[in-house]
């Protein structure tokens, strides 16, 4: 791998080959999702515990102080609304050279398999690492599920990710299923895990996590499960330890409750 390649990765994935991605792209699409109307007061708090951010041009430039800023991960697809015809039907937002001027350690782009779309979002994915390879800047496959959460079961999801890997992305965000070992085993290059929406409970966040990390992902690229929780910092922190700490789900928890009870009352 050659040099700038190597070195925007590692920015990304720190030495212990793990990570902690903090995903607040979500009104590219949704809108002023909730408790992410303002994005750069929900990240401020939060932000230290990550490893890097993913999230769109308009949101960086507007909301993120470039000084001590993380490592970013730019979205660079779009073009679509919940309100729209058809989430699948996403293209490129965002030229290369705004991601280089932007100084982006990778670029993320959403890719719909089994949809109407299927073809033109992998086409637009082999064009984004084409771009991204003469310039030394990793591509982060986001395998869409859109509105059909039930899509997400390990033989979708499989042949999801390596289809992703196979057209050249460099890292792979996926969610967490039953039977995970089978995404993981079959895509050659690091899985991260999305969160999907708030769950009823934290422990169930926490034992995701824990399984896909033991069954190989490296990380999670996990948002609304983090700041939209009462207590984001806790929770930010109980899944960090998780990963770059091996914490079993119950030690998570402990943390979650301990730093809630040192913080008080939620925001
Ligand atoms: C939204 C995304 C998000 O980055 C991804 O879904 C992770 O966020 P969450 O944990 O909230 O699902 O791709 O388009």
């Known amino acids: 791998m050659e040099w700038g ?79 729209g015809a058809d989430l699948a039907n996403e293209g490129i937002t965002t030229d290369i050279d705004e991601v280089i001027r932007l100084n982006a350690s990778a670029m993320g782009l959403s890719v719909f398999i089994g949809t109407s779309y299927e073809k033109d979002s992998l086409l637009n994915l082999s064009r984004l690492v084409n771009e991204g390879e003469k310039y030394g800047i990793p591509v982060m496959a986001v395998t869409a599920v859109g ?29 967490w299923c039953e039977g995970f070992e089978r995404v993981v085993k079959g895509c050659p290059v690091p899985v991260v895990m999305a969160g999907g929406p708030q769950t009823e409970t934290e422990m169930q966040v926490f034992q995701f996590v824990h399984d896909g990390i033991q069954k190989g992902a490296i990380g999670v690229n996990l948002g609304r499960n983090i700041w939209q929780n009462e207590h984001p910092v806790a929770m930010i922190k109980a899944i960090r330890a998780i990963i770059h700490d091996d914490a079993t789900p119950e030690k998570a928890q402990q943390i979650y409750d301990a730093t809630k009870k040192e913080s008080g009352k939620g925001r």
């Open 5 to 83: 390649m190597a070195n925007r990765l590692a920015r990304l994935i720190p030495s212990d080959g793990r990570c902690l991605f903090m995903p607040i792209d979500h009104g590219y699409f949704q809108g002023p999702t909730r408790m992410l109307e303002q994005p750069g007061k929900t990240l401020e708090p939060i932000m230290p515990y990550a490893d890097g951010v993913f999230v769109t041009r308009g949101v960086l430039r507007s909301c993120i102080d470039p000084s001590g800023a993380k490592p970013i991960i730019l979205r660079v697809s779009g073009g679509t609304s919940m309100v």
């Open 147 to 175: 509105r059909e959460m039930e899509k997400r079961d390990a033989r979708y999801l499989a042949l999801a990710c390596r289809i992703t890997a196979e057209l050249g992305a460099r890292i792979v965000k996926t969610y």
